[in-house]
């Protein structure tokens, strides 16, 4: 039976916590009440900030969230799809950045992609039997696809370990003569078309199962907008730095003070959420030390 304490922060029975699918969600706080936490306890007389509108506060609140998701946080996201015949992936509506794409083998394992820089998706211009440039008004007609992307989409990926496998065919792919370690192995490849918001994918892939990792900026949804209370105080310092920092009767050994301290918060934050397990890092260090035969 659960435990409810009045004036705790634990109001909820254990028989309704866990069939509702809220669970793990104890370690976040809104941003909601981070603003609310910093107005406060540093806003009013006395206090640092005398006076400062909500407004401000929630704007380098978010601001801070957009910062520390990108290396402190732990605001990755995942996608899996089955790549299709066009071997496109639309990119997602709050993707920031890829840290990782995999392609997943019969047997559930991750299987590392590399970006290819040896093809692209051009802007391919429509021209006439002279070579003259197709116009629609002030602009060029554009070709779609363009003819890179085709002759990409086309080929059929040769077997790097057959047989009867030509010198040509492995020079193409870089596994024989001036061997590229990103071509060595037969996972796939893709490279990132931003300009249209799509990921492309080797032949190879069409129909194989893929994973996006990306980062986000941590604000797509209300829901998202929430703190990991590792990293609480490292936004209240980056809130209160943000305000200092834009005041012009702010003496500057206090801006100085501020940012000092924010820089101490987030490497706190950075080195908490790091997640270092002391007997987790002693096997790993066990693996490196068996020697090679």
């Known amino acids: 039976m659960g435990l409810s304490q009045s004036g705790g922060l634990l109001q909820t029975y254990q028989s309704n916590y866990y069939p509702t699918g809220d669970a793990g969600n104890y370690q976040f706080t809104s941003l909601d009440h ?24 929630q704007f380098y609140a978010m601001r801070a969230t957009q910062e520390l998701s990108y290396d402190v946080l732990r605001s990755f996201k995942s996608q899996e799809i089955v790549v299709p015949p066009s071997l496109t992936m639309i990119l997602p509506q709050d993707y920031v950045n890829y840290s990782k794409i995999v392609r997943v083998d019969s047997n559930g394992v991750e299987r590392i992609l590399y970006p290819t820089g040896k093809t692209s998706n051009p802007f391919a211009i429509t021209q006439d039997a002279d070579g003259v440039y197709q116009t629609s008004g002030s602009s060029l007609v554009e070709k779609s696809p363009s003819t890179t992307l085709q002759r990409q989409k086309d080929t059929i990926t040769t077997d790097p370990y057959a047989d009867d496998t030509t010198d040509i065919d492995i020079d193409n792919k870089g596994r024989r003569y001036g061997l590229d370690p990103q071509y060595a192995q037969t996972n796939g490849t893709f490279y990132i078309d931003y300009l249209r918001g799509n990921i492309h994918f080797g032949s190879s892939l069409a129909g194989q199962t893929i994973i996006l990792k990306y980062i986000s900026d941590g604000l797509g949804t209300d829901d998202e907008m929430v703190i990991h209370k590792f990293c609480e105080e490292a936004v209240y310092k980056w809130i209160a730095y943000g305000i200092l920092s834009t005041r012009s009767n702010i003496p500057e050994y206090i801006v100085q003070r501020y940012k000092k301290e924010k ?3 987030t490497r706190k934050a950075k080195i908490r959420l790091s997640n ?13 030390s068996k020697p090679i035969k």
Do not use: H, M, P
Not at 35 to 53: D, H, P, T
Not at 276 to 288: A, N, P
């Open 34 to 57: 981070i603003i609310n936490g910093f107005l406060v306890a540093y806003v009013g007389e006395s206090k640092i900030i005398s006076k400062v509108n909500r407004t401000d506060v």
């Open 263 to 265: 820089f101490a918060e």
């Open 276 to 288: 270092i397990k002391i007997e987790e890092f002693t096997q790993v260090l066990k693996g490196l």
